[in-house]
Structure formats: C-alpha cells, structure tokens
C-alpha cells in the first residue's frame, strides 16, 4: 500500500476486513505509518520502496497524480514480475501514459483504477472499510467477459468483496467524465464558498442565517488544495470546457430569473437528481 491516507487507508482496512488472509504492508512517512499501524490498517510500515514492494503481489498506489507519475519508472523496476500495480489516481490519462512508457510484458502488470469514493477531510483517521461500497471504481482499458489476465481477475474479484462496481472506459473518457461529476462539482464549491465568504459583513450575516442546505452544498469546499492540485493540473482542459458550460448555465439562469422559463430548468434538474438518487 503506497500512501496510506484516506483512500490507502480505507483500501487496507477493507482488505483487511474482507480478505483477512492477505498481508498488508504500507509506504509512507514515519507519522503517517504509526498512525496507520495505530488504525489497524496495515501490519507493517516502511519508508524505504523497495522493502515494501520486492516481495508485493500487489500494489496498490493510493498517491498524489504528480508522486505516482513520479514513482512508476521505479515501482516498474523493483515490483515483481507477476505484480499487478495499480492505481487510485482521479486523472487518468498523464498516469496511463507514464505507466505504458516503463511497464512491458515481462514486468509486472498495471491496471489504471479511480475508485469513485471520498470524503472532504483527508488522512488516515478518515479512513473507512466500507467507503467503496456502493460506489463505482473505474478501471481503464477494454473489458468482455473475464479477464485474461489472473492477476487482473484476482483484483477485480476483491474489488467485489469491498462491495464496488466496476466500470470500464478508457482515459479520454474517464478524464472527460470525471471532470463533469467530480472535478467540477469541487470548483463550484470552492466559488460559492468565495461568494458567500465576501458577502459575509462584520455581523455575521448571512452565514450567521445558514442552515443545513449550504453546508450540505459547500461540504466539497473542505478538501484542501494539497488534495486537489494535481487533479486539476492534469485534467485543465477538461475542466476548462466543464467550466465553460457552467458559466454559460448560469448566464442562462440569470436571464430567466424574471420569467418562468425556470421551472422548466428546476423540473430538468428534479430529473437528474432523481435519477442519481435511483443509482445509489
């Protein structure tokens, strides 16, 4: 387990809990480690690579986009031969790149993966068995009927006891996707909590007037940048289209507020909501 913060961790303990058979050794920083050890998440830490992957069937890379990028030439050297490596990356297209340019066939395996599962605060005591379930976990390449490869087998049959659904798609599209129903959603977040942060006089008002509708809208603002930052590096395109698209919405909102054009736009995202309500 690479990184072992709320995604590592949350992945080591339900592996833990739903393959108890399996030995899972974390890499990270020194503090990071004792807390995950304290969490019960992993059985053993080390801060040096090679210590935690030489002996690995399979790794699991639960870090920043611009550290994993950073670390596959050297994860594909030192991994076994019959590892699979995987990783949680939110962009995927700059990681699948850097993955095909140092893993070959007599390597170990890679298999892009983004489990669609998180929470705004980060870290290990965030950390939770069940976070993936319920949830879609994407994986990149090109799935009909069962995999050829074992070791890919092998992962997506734990990745079904962890109670996630996979799904099968390629970079452009997980990145085009991913920034629509993830990255975007973070971004108008963090502009509303600016609109009603400079809107906020020295009475208090109007956050002293909130209640649960605006902290259930800002909940996203409490990711921290340090989480973030790459995912928007690596995926700005997209997110610029996204971006795009959401400030013309808003035009359009704008305009209709003096008529009642807008109940068709609420009946349309009733609509919407439904339907990702029903997916759950």
């Not at 393959?19 to 053993?44: F, H, K, N, Q, T």
């Not at 959603?185 to 600016?194: D, E, N, S």
């Not at 006089?201 to 909940?219: I, S, W």
């Not at 928007?232 to 289209?241: A, F, G, M």
Request: net charge negative.
């Amino acid at each position: 387990m690479l990184g072992t913060g709320l995604i590592g961790g949350s992945f080591a303990l339900a592996v833990r809990k739903y393959s108890p058979d399996s030995v899972v050794i974390g890499w990270d920083r020194e503090p990071v480690l004792r807390r995950a050890l304290g969490r019960g998440a992993i059985e053993e830490g080390f801060s040096d690579l090679v210590a935690a992957v030489s002996q690995a069937d399979l790794i699991y890379v639960a870090l920043p986009v611009g550290h994993t990028i950073e670390l596959l030439p050297e994860i594909a050297k030192l991994a076994p031969p019959g590892a699979l490596v995987t990783d949680s990356s939110s962009t995927k297209r700059s990681v699948c790149t850097a993955a095909s340019e140092h893993f070959s066939p007599n390597r170990a395996c890679f298999l892009g993966g983004h489990p669609m599962a998180g929470k705004e605060i980060s870290g290990i005591a965030a950390a939770d068995a069940e976070l993936f379930r319920g949830s879609k976990y994407a994986f990149i390449g090109k799935f009909a009927g069962e995999p050829r490869d074992e070791r890919v087998a092998n992962f997506l049959a734990l990745v079904a006891k962890l109670g996630a659904d996979p799904v099968w798609l390629d970079a452009e599209a997980h990145d085009r996707a991913a920034a629509i129903v993830s990255h975007l959603p973070q971004l108008l977040a963090i502009a509303l909590a600016g609109v009603v942060r400079d809107q906020t006089d020295e009475t208090g008002l109007p956050v002293t007037l909130a209640g649960r509708g605006l902290r259930d809208a800002l909940r996203l603002a409490g990711s921290p940048y340090s989480v973030w930052r790459d995912i928007i590096l690596t995926n700005s395109d997209n997110l610029d289209r996204a971006l795009g698209q959401l400030i013309q919405s808003l035009e359009q909102l704008r305009g209709d507020l003096r008529t009642r054009a807008l109940e068709e736009e609420f009946a349309a995202a009733g609509e919407l909501y439904k339907i990702l309500r029903d997916l759950q």
